[in-house]
């Protein structure tokens, strides 16, 4: 386990909200109290008693727009139960952690988009679907009740960005097998494995398919050397956060249906820990072992968010 | 029951290695009593077996009888214009079938060679070829009710398959006393629903890169069930060859199966038999009942449709369920090549046509996957039974 140098804190996104004073109670029925409005908005939120943050129009336009988080059908190149095609952004976090993102995303997905950039300390903006408010507002509550914890993210490898976009896919299926990586600018001495792309170990071509390019990342790391390891779904992606006492980890189920008895891997031994749900709130983990050096348990069900913390 | 955990792994034939002790040395089997002469492949996939279960004295597979078969045969069993089932005649059937195997004067004493009032007892179905083949509502109510007969209480009957939403389409509650369990591990087969599956029990394997590489046997299984009898039926399979003891039994009892064939390509070689032989299963699977009154002999192990259905119209029973997955492979084989198709020891890539359901259903000389047939003899090269079909002994009987 290797602690990478950028610590991030986690926060809440904002939503961002265009409609007058009128919509109020809608907002405080999703007990959705932190919004980004326009600036001729601002002293009427705030005399509201919302926390507000003004945002002009070319502000949010230069703010880099997200994909909607969730899975897809991509024919011949996903399958729909084993193996979904996953849209997620914490890759792109991880590589820009210091940018300003904005999700608009469609009904339904509110919730995983703030969780998603909660998870990864993202500074962004959520435009949601009304519809969605409720859902949204139901994580935003459970993410400002979470313990606060600052802990570094922990990555088993390193990828060197040449700002190039095979790069960035192939950041994109690391993430999506769970392959934790650090971004650097130069080879890191802490890692065995430096991804270097163009070079003889990791030539262009190769990214070409950048599945199968992670799956050899995977196979050089091997499996028992992986710092985490998920079983009983292939939609969860994870960031973990640790410093070699604690743990935290962040899981993300982009499935959109809940997974029951998901069971986690991670190396080191840690003898107490606690489940934080969203939507069913702090529990015990189950069937906790330690064994080969690894701890490993269980989450009752995890819909859209699980955060896990281990000491 | 429980000793310290304890992992195994089966790095491809060349050191599989059998829990009742049969060794197979690198180049081919040093001593193989239960196997004759094996042709096991190499460069199968690495599989890794994690339980903390010890076998029994005589593990349940291949049990007291290995290499015995008792097929019972009626042509009044099934009326081959409806499909239906005579209930009278399957009751005799089975206790002809269960009196020939084990030898005993009465069919309740038969039963309690297998069972005793205090066994917990599992009977696997097979559902997954509703609505044409399944396993039998006469057969499992005759189980149920010869279970009952020797004193086991209903309450410690469960009925089992994977996926909830298959048994609530064969439904065969109606056909059976109020109070025993019929139960399920996931709602469907989605991948999301793991809380059935013991987290200790599992089979671990990386075999196309899947990132979810174990697969977890049935809480049932390992923490309650005691006994199990397995009722699978006589079917063709895509990717297996044949579906019959070994895969109902591995395939019907562990997680995350789906994923040992794709494009083509099939991990059931291996797989079926190292699943079958993981304990406690291997040891608590004391019986098999092979339902043969109705047969699927292509665009298995479905049947949505009649089309590739047929009627054996036997019952086969025993203890070895290599021994009678070995007659199984025989009985479609022949009835195939009676239809003029495909072998299901085909392996040509001029015959597959990848992943095309459609064009495999609507054309018996198409297969999705090249199948591995050969899944009965790996199994018996883990200890699991009789493969030689010259040391195989069949009783036939005739109602």
Not at chain 1, 1 to 23: D, F, H, K, N, R
Not at chain 2, 325 to 332: A, C, E, G, Q
Request: proline residues 6%; positive net charge; contains cysteine.
């Amino acid at each position: 386990m290797t602690p990478a140098v950028l610590v991030l804190l986690a926060s809440a996104p904002c939503v961002y909200w265009t409609q007058g004073i009128e919509s109020r109670a809608a907002l405080e029925a999703a007990a959705i109290k932190r919004l980004c409005v326009p600036l001729d908005q601002v002293d009427t939120w705030r005399r509201a008693g919302f926390t507000v943050s003004p945002i002009t129009e070319a502000e949010l336009a230069a703010r880099e727009a997200l994909p909607t988080p969730g899975v897809t059908a991509r024919a011949g190149l996903a399958s729909p139960t084993r193996s979904p095609w996953i849209v997620a952004n914490g890759w792109r976090f991880t590589r820009a952690p210091a940018a300003k993102y904005v999700y608009t995303v469609a009904a339904g997905k509110g919730a995983l988009a703030a969780a998603e950039a909660f998870a990864y300390g993202a500074d962004a903006i959520l435009k949601v679907d009304p519809a969605d408010l409720r859902g949204v507002g139901s994580v935003m509550t459970f993410l400002d009740g979470l313990p606060a914890v600052d802990l570094p993210p922990v990555a088993d490898l390193a990828v060197v960005d040449d700002g190039s976009a095979i790069t960035a896919e192939v950041m994109n299926l690391l993430a999506r097998r769970n392959l934790l990586f650090q971004v650097v600018q130069t080879p890191s001495p802490r890692f065995r494995i430096n991804i270097v792309m163009g070079s003889a170990a990791y030539p262009r071509e190769e990214a070409g398919d950048p599945s199968a390019f992670a799956q050899k990342i995977r196979g050089q790391l091997t499996d028992e050397q992986r710092t985490l390891r998920i079983y009983g779904s292939e939609v969860v992606i994870c960031r973990l956060t640790g410093d070699g006492q604690r743990i935290r980890l962040h899981l993300l189920n982009y499935g959109g249906r809940d997974i029951e008895g998901l069971r986690i891997r991670v190396r080191g031994t840690y003898r107490n820990g606690e489940a934080h749900i969203a939507g069913a709130g702090r529990l015990p983990l189950e069937d906790q072992v330690v064994v080969d050096g690894a701890t490993e348990f269980s989450l009752p069900r995890i819909a859209t968010y699980a955060v896990i913390d281990l000491r | 029951m429980h000793r310290r955990a304890f992992v195994r792994l089966l790095a491809a034939a060349a050191s599989a290695k059998a829990t009742a002790g049969v060794e197979v040395a690198a180049k081919g089997p040093s001593r193989a009593p239960l196997a004759g002469t094996l042709q096991i492949r190499t460069g199968l996939p690495a599989l890794k077996v994690v339980s903390r279960y010890s076998p029994a004295a005589i593990p349940g597979m291949p049990g007291p009888y290995p290499g015995r078969v008792v097929a019972v045969k009626s042509d009044k069993s099934v009326d081959i214009s409806t499909g239906a089932a005579n209930d009278e005649v399957v009751r005799e059937m089975m206790a002809r079938g269960m009196r020939g195997l084990t030898g005993a004067g009465t069919t309740a004493e038969a039963w309690r060679r297998f069972f005793t009032p205090s066994d917990v007892v599992g009977i696997k179905v097979n559902c997954g070829g509703y609505p044409h083949c399944v396993s039998a509502y006469e057969i499992i109510a005759e189980t149920v009710r010869q279970l009952m007969g020797i004193g086991v209480p209903l309450t410690q009957i469960y009925l089992y398959e994977r996926f909830q939403n298959q048994l609530d389409e064969v439904n065969y509650a109606p056909r059976l006393p109020e109070g025993l369990q019929i139960v399920a591990a996931e709602r469907a087969n989605r991948n999301t629903d793991n809380s059935g599956y013991d987290p200790a029990t599992y089979l671990e394997a990386d075999l196309f890169g899947e990132e979810d590489t174990r697969s977890n046997m049935m809480r049932l299984v390992s923490k309650r069930l005691t006994k199990i009898i397995n009722i699978p039926n006589m079917k063709d399979h895509g990717a297996t060859g044949v579906t019959g003891c070994l895969k109902n039994i591995a395939y019907g009892s562990f997680s995350n199966v789906a994923r040992t064939h794709q494009g083509g390509k099939s991990h059931t070689y291996s797989v079926v038999g190292t699943l079958a032989s993981i304990e406690p299963l291997r040891s608590r699977t004391v019986l098999q009942i092979m339902d043969g009154l109705r047969g699927v002999w292509h665009a298995g192990p479905f049947a949505r449709t009649t089309k590739y259905v047929f009627y054996p119209r036997q019952i086969m029973f025993g203890t070895d369920p290599v021994a009678i997955d070995r007659l199984l492979l025989d009985i479609i084989e022949n009835k195939r090549r009676e239809q003029g198709a495909l072998s299901i020891w085909d392996r040509s890539p001029s015959s597959l046509k990848m992943d095309n359901t459609r064009a495999r259903d609507a054309d018996p000389n198409v297969n999705i996957i090249i199948r591995e047939p050969g899944h009965v003899e790996y199994a018996s090269s883990l200890g699991l039974g009789v493969y030689d079909r010259a040391r195989i002994t069949v009783q036939d009987v005739t109602v």
